[in-house]
């Protein structure tokens, strides 16, 4: 059942939890995201990105996207994640996504309020809920990147609470994503989150959070992200490593018993598909924070 970003936000917000907003540039992803929403009776967000278009394209995964989510039994957001062209935002809005974020964060910030409310304005003519982005994770999610450095080295650019309360104000924006210590990729050290950031802007803005790069993030600071407001959080490098992991090993031990075993491509996508269902599952029950399932 497809419903719009602001509302699953709502929800999140009622329960003290976060819904898990997964990323999914393959038919896989898709089904083991939605099928782990049903499972688990918890609402989720399924998202394209437009960094993923080159190997995803938004013409094929949009409408595959908008009829398994309008099918599943689940409550679905069909999200655009991370666009930084309007003309883009306005083909998945047409398609039926119920969820659009506007990232213009890489720009100065008068540009990112103009364009921000420029993409405001076309999200009303729809049933779409709009995020925006203020402050920077230093890696941009369409751009490369060095994966594995920490905040500081990424160049991160925390949001500033004042500047968060105006941000909102001008923007008619629904949902706000914020920098406080995570970046895009794989970290190959430990995470610093700065709860105090977090805390001042949870304190200026009266509307939902969002948390991207969360990946190496402990299940013990999701929690405490959750507690201090983070209402939608991104999940995706870590699911998909898995799932390339789970393709590795299945070629590596058919060929250990047999060197010219064939691997058929179904052998593949069934791999993934079983290592990113039960990834997700996990990571929805984590983000629930407790609540109590929507069965």
Known sequence: MLINLRD???IAEQGNMAIASINTPSLEAVRAALDAAEETGYPVIISHAEGHDPFAPLDYMG???VA?????SALVCVHLDHCEHLSYMRRALEMGFTGAMYDGSFLPYEENVDNSLRASEMCSG???GLECELGSMGSRE???RDEGGTAEESCAVYT???QAAEFMSQTNLDVLACSFGTVHGIYKGEPHLSFDTLAGIREKVNVPLVMHGGSGVSNEDYVKVINAGIRKINYYTYGVKYAGEAVGKLIAD???VKSDAVVYWHDITTAAYEVLFSTFCDVI???SNGADPMK
Request: proline residues 8%.
């Open 63 to 65: 409408p595959t996207m």
């Open 126 to 128: 729809f049933d779409c």
């Open 285 to 287: 029950k984590v983000f």
């Open 8 to 10: 699953i936000c709502s």
């Open 68 to 72: 398994l989510a309008e099918r599943s």
């Open 142 to 144: 369409a751009g490369s």
């Open 254 to 256: 058919r060929r250990a």
């Open 160 to 162: 500033d609470p004042d």
